[in-house]
């Protein structure tokens, strides 16, 4: 075996390591997480789901921004739970409402940088991401995976993108989801949505220092997740039997 060993699609590691990966809006981290944890046999777990799920249970309970001790409580006592499906993506609940397709619409969008910037929300949903991923075996994506959620994770990776390209990416999502928008405010979105996740006092989106920067513009889909899992074969000591 070379120095770089490269893990055959599917084979399971002999460890089961934690594998975290984090970047701006539209980088491409839920496709490239969903398809290595797939490859892996680990648990995916979309951590912005998450917040995306208390800025969502806000709107429906009519609690403002504004109360944070009201949005608190919300994360506090929303029961946020993945499910699997089997043909098509992770499925996602809050106090069992099927809520998957509910925390992509527009407005969601919008609230969850804000919402994600109060303390006592990220408190409770850290401790609960932690939990989640407490056993090993799993690909959580976000913001903060590898400096604040899992700072001792095998491999860690920062996924990023021009801002130009990951607007373009969010577009087409949007399109593919029947949403209309104007490809420049998608891009003036994405710009203040990072400015705020990346200044926030609050585990600002920031790469780890031990983190491996992917820049995947130009770069092909399945070169992006070949680093990752050449990376998890490296760290995981060795490739199962
Ligand atoms: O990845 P996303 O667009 O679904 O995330 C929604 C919001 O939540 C985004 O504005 C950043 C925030 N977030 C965060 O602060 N920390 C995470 N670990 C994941 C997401």
Not at 136 to 153: K, L, Q, S, Y
Request: glycine share 8%; proline share 6%; with cysteine.
């Amino acid at each position: 075996m070379g120095p770089h060993p490269v893990l055959p699609q599917g084979s399971p590691l002999i460890k089961r390591i934690t594998i975290a990966i984090d970047g701006p809006a539209g980088a491409g981290k839920s496709s490239v997480a969903r398809k290595v944890a797939q490859d892996l046999g680990y648990t995916y777990i979309d951590t912005g789901a998450m917040y995306r799920a208390v800025a969502w249970l806000g709107l429906q309970h009519a609690v403002p921004l504004e109360d944070e001790v009201g949005t608190v409580e919300l994360a506090r006592t929303a029961a946020i739970r993945f499910a699997p499906a089997p043909d098509g993506p992770q499925r996602v609940y809050a106090n069992d409402t099927d809520i998957t397709e509910a925390i992509r619409e527009p407005e969601v969008t919008r609230l969850s940088s804000p919402v994600s910037a109060i303390s006592g929300v990220r408190k409770l949903l850290v401790a609960q991401q932690q939990s989640l991923g407490s056993e090993g075996g799993v690909v959580m994506e976000g913001r903060d995976i590898g400096t604040v959620v899992f700072p001792n994770a095998q491999v860690k990776v920062f996924l990023t993108a021009s801002e130009e390209e990951r607007a373009r990416r969010r577009w087409l999502e949007m399109q593919g989801r029947g949403q209309t928008a104007d490809i420049c405010d998608v891009q003036a979105q994405i710009r203040e949505r990072d400015q705020r996740d990346s200044s926030r006092a609050d585990s600002p989106l920031c790469a780890a220092q031990d983190a491996l920067v992917i820049e995947s513009d130009g770069v092909p889909f399945d070169a992006v997740v070949r680093r990752i899992l050449d990376a998890a074969a490296e760290h995981s000591g060795d490739l199962a039997e």
